[in-house]
């Protein structure tokens, strides 16, 4: 089965960027749609993006569009997250997920998931 591992995460100032990285141990993602999600202390943990294998798309919450990217890189095994113009209420624990089939948001839908990675946004 395909096990995602989180990097790049680390403390940021408001207004800056950060790239999170995922890369995917045991097999490979290709087949596998890939999502990112995130949980804030005292929250439940929200849909942040997904894509999907294959033809291309994505899909993102609305309190991100325009500021984050996710992309693949099939060849490295890696699914990536680009966040810019970051702000504090971005801060959380940031968590890697994949799923057979076609990508979605729901939490519950997503069979594996790495450990995540801490993103602190400071004001």
């Known amino acids: 089965q395909v096990q995602p591992v989180e990097s790049g995460g680390g403390l940021v100032q408001a207004g800056g960027s950060l790239r999170l990285s995922c890369a995917a141990s045991?097999?490979?993602?290709?087949?596998?749609?890939m999502g990112w999600f995130r949980q804030a202390p005292g929250t439940e943990r929200d849909f942040v993006a997904s894509?999907?294998?294959?033809?291309?798309?994505?899909d993102y919450a609305d309190s991100v569009k325009g500021r984050f990217t996710i992309s693949r890189d099939n060849a490295k095994n890696t699914v990536y997250l680009q966040m810019n113009s970051l702000k504090p209420e971005d801060t959380a624990v940031y968590y890697c997920?994949?799923?057979?089939?076609?990508?979605?948001?729901?939490?519950?839908?997503?069979?594996?998931w790495g450990q995540g990675t801490q993103v602190t946004v400071s004001s």
């Open positions: 045991g097999r490979t993602i290709r087949g596998y749609a």
């Open positions: 894509i999907s294998w294959g033809v291309i798309s994505t």
């Open positions: 997920a994949a799923k057979a089939g076609a990508p979605g948001s729901d939490t519950f839908a997503y069979p594996y």
